[in-house]
């Protein structure tokens, strides 16, 4: 089956699940649900629930047990982005080709939009049926780390309030403010198969790789992308005077990163012994995506 073919099947029972996760209550309180909804289905490459299931069933996992935790990344994801477009953050008006979910609802639902996706996020997570409650714990407790202040937070911190004057401080933001939902989506999909800590190594080797090259193509895309195709305005990190990977090293050298890092993250698949097509051609594609 072709690479396209199997992502749309998967984002099609993953839209599936997170309509029926997030639905409406007929609640005084809907509004909040309803402007979750809006951004959490507004489309998306859904990329880290679909590397959570293919880990999954590349560490064993034979069954749809992983959806619901998938769904709860995805989530946690879709959080994140309605934060990052708030004024107080990057002020972006669009998000996937619609008004940011702030233009469409105001700042004050779209910050409690914000934090219902999160806090369900978490209580998707524990309905994880059918497979061992200590592998489902484990999870929700790595998931938890990757996204909290040692994670994608604290990454967002270095982001927004300290001044990045060399490689090693960009980096390390990257790898919390980026690697980290990816490497929490590589780990837990092995988590929940029962996969061992020299798979869960390798997982996060290859997730670490993964989202250093995803960054940096993020970059070239804010820099030089098509503002219609990605679906959001281009120029944001120079609107507010960010230090990016193109800023401080150039792009020659981004680039030649960028294909180091994907190159090292299809190694750390070698290691595996399944079935690891799939995330090797998801893994190349990312390198040249347009959005």
Do not use: W
Not at 125 to 136: D, H, I, M, N, S
Not at 214 to 239: C, R
Not at 251 to 259: D, G, I, N, T, V
């Amino acid at each position: 089956m072709m690479l396209s073919n199997i992502l749309d099947e998967y984002r099609m029972k993953i839209d599936s699940r997170l309509d029926i996760l997030c639905a409406l209550s007929d609640q005084p309180y809907d509004g909040v649900i309803d402007a979750g909804r809006y951004s959490l289905l507004a489309g998306g490459k859904r990329i880290r629930p679909i590397i959570l299931l293919e880990f999954y069933k590349l560490c064993g996992g034979n069954d749809d047990c992983a959806y619901n935790f998938a769904c709860g990344l995805e989530m946690i994801h879709t959080y994140s982005l309605i934060h990052d477009d708030l004024p107080c953050m990057d002020n972006d008006d669009l998000r996937r080709g619609k008004p940011s979910c702030h233009k469409q609802y105001g700042e004050g639902m779209a910050l409690l939009a914000g934090d219902f996706l999160l806090t369900e996020a978490f209580g998707v997570c524990a309905k994880t049926l059918g497979l061992p409650q200590e592998r489902v714990l484990k999870a929700i407790a790595y998931l938890s780390s990757c996204a909290s202040g040692a994670g994608m937070i604290g990454g967002q911190v270095i982001d927004t309030t300290l001044n990045i004057e060399n490689e090693q401080m960009l980096f390390k933001m990257y790898s919390l403010k980026t690697c980290a939902l990816i490497r929490a989506a590589a780990v837990c999909g092995v988590i929940l198969a029962g996969g061992d800590e020299e798979k869960i190594a390798l997982a996060e080797s290859y997730a670490e790789n993964l989202g250093l090259a995803f960054q940096i193509v993020d970059d070239f895309l804010d820099k030089q992308g098509n503002a219609e195709v990605i679906g959001k305005p281009t120029g944001s990190d120079d609107k507010n005077s960010k230090t990016t990977s193109i800023k401080l090293l150039g792009e020659e050298r981004c680039r030649a990163l960028a294909e180091e890092f994907t190159k090292n993250a299809v190694l750390a698949l070698d290691s595996f012994d399944g079935d690891t097509s799939t995330l090797k051609s998801i893994t190349e594609m990312l390198l040249v995506r347009d959005k």
